[in-house]
């Protein structure tokens, strides 16, 4: 496997982590491809732990956003400050409310968001280097605060979100969950996945077409 692709988590379940089946379909097309990855996450506790048959917050209790990362990535897992853009072609990020929480205080802060120091230092070197960046659901709603404005991204039709991504600077582009949304100039592609989706297979064919498109902007 020539090409590497860096995947970064924030923890595990759609409330309070990464989004399981927006990982999973992540790790899939990539293999399918032929395309080597790895996952990191940052080594931070998350906000805060939610129940997801309630979807209620569980007092008094706390994780680690690496730890449950890791049980995406079956074990094979790294801090987030060991990225090294050296070693990769790309980077993708699924989605789930992690991004939100743990990546950033996007769900608390809406424009005034902070991203996470670690993430800026880990994301800032892909685009320097014009290395394509993959980022679903949630996650294009960093895009301003991180990689800077001006950045096409979609996260499919909320008014609210993209009324955020556009008070931070960014270009919010309306996008159907199976298509993506490529901003050739600054090598960033997005999808709304669940967002919008409402099976599995409709989160499918937006990621899939995102995964190629990265694929495809690798070799350019």
């Known amino acids: 496997m020539s090409k590497q692709v860096a995947v970064i988590l924030s923890g595990c379940g759609v409330q309070d982590g990464s989004e399981i089946y927006e990982t999973t379909l992540t790790l899939l097309r990539l293999d399918q491809l032929g395309i080597g990855y790895r996952c990191f996450a940052p080594d931070i506790m998350q906000l805060h732990v939610i129940d997801h048959r309630s979807g209620d917050i569980i007092e008094g209790e706390s994780r680690s956003v690496l730890v449950e990362s890791a049980r995406l990535a079956r074990g094979n897992i790294a801090p987030l400050e060991e990225l090294e853009v050296d070693e990769f072609d790309a980077v993708i990020l699924p989605g789930g409310f992690g991004a939100a929480k743990n990546l950033s205080n996007f769900a608390e802060a809406g424009s005034d968001m902070e991203p996470l120091p670690e993430l800026v230092e880990a994301l ?51 996008c159907g969950v199976e298509d993506i949304v490529v901003d050739f100039e600054n090598r960033v592609v997005t999808t709304p996945a669940y967002m919008l989706a409402t099976r599995i297979g409709e989160a499918a064919t937006g990621i899939f077409k995102l995964v190629d498109r990265i694929d495809e902007l690798m070799d350019l």
């Open 124 to 174: 800032a070197p892909f685009y320097q280097a014009r290395k394509p960046i993959g980022l679903m659901c949630i996650t294009p709603a960093l895009v301003p605060k991180v990689l800077g404005p001006g950045i096409a991204v979609t996260v499919g039709h909320d008014p609210g979100v993209s009324g955020a991504i556009s008070s931070m600077g960014g270009l919010h582009r309306s």
